[in-house]
């Protein structure tokens, strides 16, 4: 069993900063990477971030030179400077581990206000 446990998200004004943190538990091994995703309302859930597992990165060019993922064993962060209203949305993580299994945090609420 496996589970990824998010935390930092909240109500923050625009140009401000957020840390989200994403840690996993349970059977982990093999990991291939973990990535943040996002659905604002009445959207399609959409990639943010992904870090792999030899820590090599990859951003969506909408929050590139804003956003940065990281990586500390099995628990992933993403830093989110510069925020904008269009970044309210929920935030999930992803963990792939072996065989591209697939296992979802429970989403994490980011609003910022204008």
């Known amino acids: 069993q496996v589970q990824l446990v998010e935390s930092g998200g909240g109500l923050v004004q625009a140009g401000g900063s957020l840390r989200l943190s994403c840690a996993a538990s349970g059977s982990i091994f093999s990991v291939n990477r973990m990535a943040w995703y996002r659905q604002a309302p009445g959207k399609q859930r959409e990639f943010v971030a992904a870090i792999s597992s030899g820590g090599t990165t990859s951003s969506a060019d909408s929050v590139k030179a804003r956003f940065t993922i990281s990586r500390d064993k099995n628990t992933v962060y993403l830093q989110m400077n510069s925020l904008k209203p269009e970044d309210t949305a929920v935030y999930y993580c992803?963990?792939?581990?072996?065989?591209?299994?697939?296992?979802w945090g429970q989403g994490t609420q980011v609003t910022v206000s204008s």
């Open positions: 992803l963990l792939v581990m072996y065989e591209d299994r697939l296992y």
